[in-house]
């Protein structure tokens, strides 16, 4: 006989939930870092398409995102690379081929060393909320060529 009259609470289950601590294992880690250094030196021979400067673009504003949420000091590096994205992008509306100039060439290489410093130093539930920002931001309809602008 029960203790009490009272029924049972209903078994509900909770909703899985990424652990905090949780990191990428090293092979995808270093995918993450590969691929835009890739299409960053495609950009550069020429052999670039739309899908490397979206990939640029998607890892610039993730690194913005960070950038704005936990390193103030890699903002000014994060906005010369946008800067240098949006003018990688007007050349191509303007010309049709994918490239860019030296500073530009530089200025991304630099902001991707610097969003692969961040990606280590952050854990995989803060890198999926500032990508979730990124993505969020994608939705929202904007001009081509027009990158992620983040309030600080």
Not at 28 to 56: C, F, I, K, S, Y
Request: glycine share 4%.
């Amino acid at each position: 006989m029960p203790r009490s009259k009272r029924p049972r609470k209903a078994y509900r289950p909770r909703e899985p939930r990424m652990p905090a601590a949780f990191r990428h294992s090293p092979e995808a880690e270093l995918q993450l870092q590969l691929v835009p250094h890739v299409d960053l030196e495609r950009l550069r021979t020429g052999a670039a398409d739309d899908m490397a400067w979206t990939t640029l673009a998607t890892r610039i504003n993730w690194g913005s995102v960070l950038a704005h949420e936990y390193h103030p000091e890699a903002i000014e590096t994060m906005e010369a690379a946008a800067r240098a994205l949006a003018s990688v992008h007007q050349r191509h509306a303007r010309l049709g081929t994918w490239g860019a100039s030296g500073p530009e060439f530089t200025a991304l290489g630099d902001a991707l060393v610097v969003v692969d410093e961040m990606q280590q130093a952050h854990t995989k539930r803060e890198l999926h909320a500032a990508l979730q920002t990124v993505m969020r931001a994608q939705k929202i309809p904007a001009r081509s060529g027009e990158l992620l602008e983040v309030d600080a």
